[in-house]
């Protein structure tokens, strides 16, 4: 793993709130293709750092890069190279099935053709192509978070990032996304995900776990569970968040 | 500047308006409302004033007085009172709005050259009424005056009469009301909605998968633009249809440069609706803000009082509120058939506004906090 090319590193990234610092001096480096979890409690800064990644927020100190361009100075050259699926369901509820993929495949620089492909591919992959003209409103959640990583995915980008992709759907809805996961990753996709769910943490290559603005942990689900002398890694999250102040 | 995401992007506005269970039926519907109801409801021309007449005189010329002042439209006598206290009683109470008091003698002294004085008192909580009354009492008796004199067969110095015209003000008034009042629906439709369409975005999160993705600040912002020309034209447009339809107003001038100034002021009241929803976190804050700038606009851009009459530096201040153009070029077109040669300082000023607030929106944009 370690001999692969670098997608994701940074350096020292801090983001300050006024007097409050969510993200305090974190550092990591992910390899192409890989899946890294992202864990950490409430409030320990994960969604935040991820932001920063991804181009929606601005580092109050620190660098970065990701799929080669400057976090700081080149956000808008990162954002042709990623795809990006935040924690709350933001695709256009008014908008059909096709028309979101379509809408976002174009901004992406996609032509019509290779959209009518991909998207054919995608649909019938999910066993959606009966709900391509229906409302998005109309539709389950189960299906919507699909959806929503087809959405970000449609594009095959370097790296994406799924920020608590399997928030409140069913075990089988949660088995089968990740399935998703392991296709995108397959393909050569980097993915970046945050979870809280410790059972999918064993199915990533390597997890960081935040606590309080910091990465306490960072290593492969194996070398975790050796290191803090424990069998899941439910356990060793409990070891590690143990003194989290910002979470109750 | 990318065609094909501001393509994307448009229809992506289109379908989202057209699917709006309200926005397309309230474009629709305020204009119509509006145009059929205001016209007829805000006129400054007063009707029915009440006036109270103490007559001290009793003649047959003071009788006439109080007969013709009833007969008027304009006014209405309350009552003759006996003395001036119980008339005023009638304004205290609020049944009358002005006292008529016809001296003693009033008739001999008219006969006798001697110039006598009628008394004329009005009540000014209602300025307007009490000022507008007080003008149409004394047409009112001069007119008796004239005619008594006229059938008598003499001739006083005190013959001359107000020279205020009796134009008919209720009609003169709706002409200028209407073009006023596609104004104000431009600027609460073109201003309001595209603040809310993207401050709605926020508040549902779809704007951070857009500011997530490549998009160009100016493909996005133009894509919240361009829609409230389309939606300012039919405004338009159902306007001028009422105007003709109901109140047989046609403009005098070009109907493409109503349209002209349309798209300009749509892309005014556009853009600030955009940079208000900019710095706004929910509906509520945008729609706060969009009130304070309405406000002034509705007051001070010359839509209700005319900016003549007001003082030299609130004057000055109405140069930097674009509905003060816009307002000017569809009085002119609509009543005197100005062209576009007429209005090019107006035009021009629009669309310098435009311009600015458009660059505004757009740069005040930020698809990273």
């Not at chain 1, 580092?59 to 400057?70: A, N």
């Not at chain 1, 949660?174 to 993915?191: D, L, N, P, Q």
């Not at chain 2, 109270?52 to 047959?60: K, L, P």
Request: net charge neutral; charged share 20%.
């Amino acid at each position: 793993m370690m001999d692969k090319e670098i997608v994701i590193s940074v350096k020292g990234l801090t983001k300050k709130f006024g007097n409050f610092t969510a993200v305090d001096h974190i550092s990591l480096e992910v390899h192409r293709g890989e899946i890294f979890g992202f864990l950490g409690a409430n409030g320990a800064g994960k969604t935040t750092a991820m932001r920063m990644l991804c181009g929606l927020s601005f580092p109050t100190s620190g660098s970065g890069m990701v799929s080669g361009y400057d976090i700081i100075s080149q956000a808008e050259e990162i954002k042709c190279h990623i795809g990006y699926m935040s924690q709350k369901f933001s695709l256009y509820e008014n908008l059909t099935v096709w028309e979101n993929l379509n809408l976002f495949a174009t901004i992406y620089g996609m032509n019509s053709k290779t959209i009518k492909e991909k998207t054919d591919v995608a649909f019938k992959t999910l066993g959606m192509e009966n709900v391509q003209n229906v409302l998005v409103k109309e539709i389950p959640l189960g299906w919507k978070q699909k959806l929503a990583f087809t959405a970000a995915t449609l594009h095959s980008p370097d790296v994406v990032f799924l920020d608590e992709p399997t928030g409140g759907v069913d075990p089988s809805t949660r088995r089968k996304f990740w399935e998703m996961i392991y296709r995108a990753s397959s393909e050569g996709m980097t993915v970046f995900v945050t979870t809280h769910y410790l059972d999918e943490a064993e199915y990533c290559n390597r997890v960081s776990i935040m606590v309080d603005g910091h990465i306490k942990a960072l290593d492969s689900p194996a070398r975790l569970k050796q290191q803090y002398h424990a069998k899941t890694m439910d356990e060793v999250f409990r070891i590690v968040a143990k003194d989290a102040k910002r979470s109750d | 500047m990318n065609a094909n995401t501001l393509k994307i992007l448009l229809k992506k506005e289109v379908s989202l308006i057209r699917r709006n269970p309200i926005i397309p039926r309230l474009i629709i519907a305020m204009p119509i409302l509006v145009m059929l109801i205001i016209p007829l409801v805000t006129t400054l021309d007063v009707k029915n004033v009440g006036v109270a007449v103490v007559d001290n005189d009793h003649t047959e010329l003071s009788r006439r007085m109080i007969t013709d002042m009833n007969a008027s439209e304009y006014l209405s006598v309350t009552g003759c009172y006996l003395s001036y206290d119980e008339a005023f009683l009638q304004i205290e109470i609020g049944k009358a709005d002005a006292i008529v008091t016809i001296p003693k003698n009033y008739l001999r002294d008219l006969t006798n050259g001697k110039r006598p004085e009628l008394d004329l008192k009005a009540n000014g909580v209602n300025a307007t009424k009490g000022i507008l009354g007080t003008q149409y009492a004394t047409m009112s008796i001069a007119h008796t005056i004239s005619q008594w004199q006229a059938e008598q067969g003499i001739n006083l110095p005190m013959a001359k009469s107000n020279a205020m015209n009796f134009y008919n003000p209720t009609l003169d008034f709706r002409n200028y009301m209407i073009p006023a009042l596609m104004v104000v629906l431009l600027i609460l439709i073109c201003g309001f909605l595209p603040a809310l369409n993207l401050v709605s975005e926020k508040e549902t999160g779809t704007i951070e998968a857009m500011n997530v993705t490549p998009v160009g600040r100016f493909e996005f912002v133009l894509s919240k633009l361009i829609p409230y020309w389309i939606v300012g034209i039919l405004v338009v447009t159902v306007g001028i249809l009422i105007g003709w339809l109901v109140y047989g107003l046609v403009p005098e001038g070009k109907i493409l440069n109503i349209y002209l100034a349309t798209i300009l002021f749509s892309l005014v009241m556009s853009g600030l609706g955009v940079f208000i929803a900019n710095q706004s976190k929910t509906i509520l804050q945008s729609i706060f803000m969009m009130f304070a700038f309405i406000v002034v606009f509705q007051l001070m851009s010359g839509l209700f009082t005319p900016i003549a009459s007001m003082p030299q530096w609130a004057q000055y201040i109405t140069y930097a509120i674009p509905p003060r153009y816009f307002i000017e070029i569809m009085r002119a077109v609509y009543l005197k058939g100005a062209s576009l040669a007429d209005l090019w300082i107006q035009y021009l000023s629009l669309t310098g506004f435009a311009a600015a607030l458009c660059f505004v929106a757009a740069s005040t944009y930020k698809k990273r906090a």
